[in-house]
């Protein structure tokens, strides 16, 4: 309380000295404790140091420019009573605020890939570049008329200079620039910008310029707290409410394979285990009418870190310590089923069953490296690509589309190859997280082209452990970034059917 009177005392002291005229500046402690200019213009220049320059480690590439937002926020708050200029420069800054604060929001939602992928993420960049130019302008004719009023001669080529530096980091962005050299020397007019902009501001406060800051009713520590535990709420909310995908759940009829029975009866005949042929659709079924003959893989994958173990033994008198890892539990069943059809074609359906509850309900997403893809000539494409996702509840099976199934071109970067371009096809979707017996299904048929080669269908399927990253990224999006099985937000396990057909036979690979 005796800090606070302290303060407002000296705050008096300069505004009587100020309103009195004084040629003298006020006493040395007074005038380092409280000017507004200093401290509102050391906000805005610090603000600008925060934005204008992006470390990407530890997610500074956010909190960085979302603590310059809030210090602009603060400094043109002071100002926007001195002159009309910068009392624009304090409507840009609000209207930048709330734009740069929506994007970290979003990006706590899984929305944010379709968002930035849209042309009105390409408008709205666009747009706030507009306003940062002019918000740099306004910054010059602010500084200009600042220096009028205090007798100095005008001059701010720094805030001339800092316009076309930010039009120079646009041009670079939209060309997709990414040397070092120019990189470098950007950085150094930077840097050399803002210098040019502190010592005009010390060159005015050392003039004994000073201004009388805007009336409020909120303090400044009030302001940064709200923004901060708005940013925080919004966060909250993204993660809460936007990590899922939108599954269109509903009740499976007991008689949708009615109808196709005879083919159902076949395919469990010739060896398709009956939990498979339970799921498919009645479209499905009947799409594998006159089954030849049938060849079924099944294997259980662990979704976990499993544990350690270490066994020693001795060898020549020699202590040898041999680690590996044991699964206590395989939470994954995969069953990849070839159904042989008439007229050199085949049916490919590949199963995945969760054999215990998955955990974390995120993003699920499963990736198709087709038996007809790229360098297996032997194949090509004989329809589309089907399937959908089941679970139990009460007694009571649900079943839903993929939220996305189909063809995805996307570029990736090659360890060894740089930047690829490739088609694959990708499903996605979130499971309940109060079901049971989670499971789903793809199924795509193809059709020989060429003789001699295998079948090669690949099934690698991505679930999100936890919700814990940012920006967020879906499961799909982790695969097509080329990513690998790690203990972290995603684990993936990678399986493929595989069998080779020949006069006596089919003989299951692998």
Request: proline residues 4%; negative net charge; contains cysteine.
């Amino acid at each position: 309380m005796r800090e606070r009177k302290q303060n407002a005392m000296r705050e008096a002291e300069l505004d009587r000295l100020l309103e009195c005229g004084l040629t003298d500046l006020p006493p040395g402690d007074v005038l380092e404790d409280v000017t507004p200019w200093k401290r509102a213009m050391n906000r805005v220049l610090l603000g600008m140091a925060l934005t204008g320059i992006t470390l990407n480690v530890l997610c500074l590439n956010y909190l960085l420019p979302a603590v310059g937002m809030a210090l602009l926020l603060l400094g043109f708050r002071a100002l926007r009573r001195e002159n009309r200029w910068f009392e624009v420069c304090w409507g840009i800054t609000v209207v930048r605020t709330a734009y740069g604060y929506g994007l970290l929001v979003l990006n706590t939602t899984i929305l944010r890939g379709a968002f930035y992928a849209s042309p009105a993420a390409v408008v709205l960049a666009a747009a706030d570049l507009a306003l940062l130019l002019a918000e740099c302008f306004c910054l010059r004719g602010g500084l200009r008329a600042v220096q009028e009023k205090a007798g100095l001669p005008p001059h701010a080529g720094g805030a001339a200079a800092l316009m076309v530096w930010y039009g120079i980091l646009g041009i670079l962005a939209v060309i997709g620039y990414s040397g070092l050299l120019l990189g470098v020397a950007v950085i150094v007019m930077y840097v050399l910008t803002l210098r040019s902009l502190w010592k005009l501001s010390k060159e005015l406060d050392e003039a004994g310029y000073g201004v009388r800051p805007a009336p409020v009713r909120v303090s400044d520590r009030a302001v940064a707290g709200a923004l901060a535990a708005v940013l925080a709420l919004g966060c909250a909310c993204g993660y809460l409410l936007g990590g899922r995908y939108p599954m269109e759940w509903a009740p499976v009829d007991a008689g949708e394979h009615s109808g196709v029975e005879e083919s159902k009866a076949r395919l469990l005949a010739l060896g398709v285990p009956d939990y498979v042929l339970n799921d498919l659709t009645a479209e499905d079924l009947a799409a594998c009418d006159g089954a030849i003959l049938v060849v079924v893989d099944v294997d259980d994958y662990p979704v976990n870190s499993g544990r350690r173990v270490s066994h020693s033994y001795w060898i020549g008198g020699e202590r040898h310590t041999n680690i590996h890892t044991v699964y206590d539990v395989k939470e994954l069943r995969i069953t990849g089923v070839g159904v042989e059809l008439p007229g050199e074609r085949w049916m490919l359906i590949q199963h995945f069953l969760w054999t215990t509850p998955p955990g974390f309900c995120g993003t699920e997403s499963i990736q198709l490296w087709p038996a007809y893809r790229a360098g297996m000539e032997g194949w090509r494409s004989g329809g589309a690509l089907t399937g959908r996702v089941l679970y139990d509840e009460g007694g009571q099976t649900y079943a839903a589309p993929y939220c996305f199934l189909g063809e995805q071109t996307f570029a990736y970067d090659s360890l060894f190859w740089g930047q690829q371009i490739r088609d694959d096809l990708f499903a996605a979707f979130s499971l309940p997280r109060d079901g049971e017996n989670c499971r789903g299904y793809v199924a795509y048929p193809i059709e020989r082209v060429r003789d001699g080669y295998i079948v090669d269908g690949w099934f690698n399927y991505t679930h999100q452990q936890s919700w814990m990253q940012y920006p967020v990224m879906t499961a799909m999006e982790n695969q097509m970034t080329n990513g690998w099985n790690w203990e972290g937000v995603f684990y993936e396990v990678s399986t493929a059917l595989q069998f080779y057909q020949n006069e006596e036979g089919v003989r299951l690979l692998g």
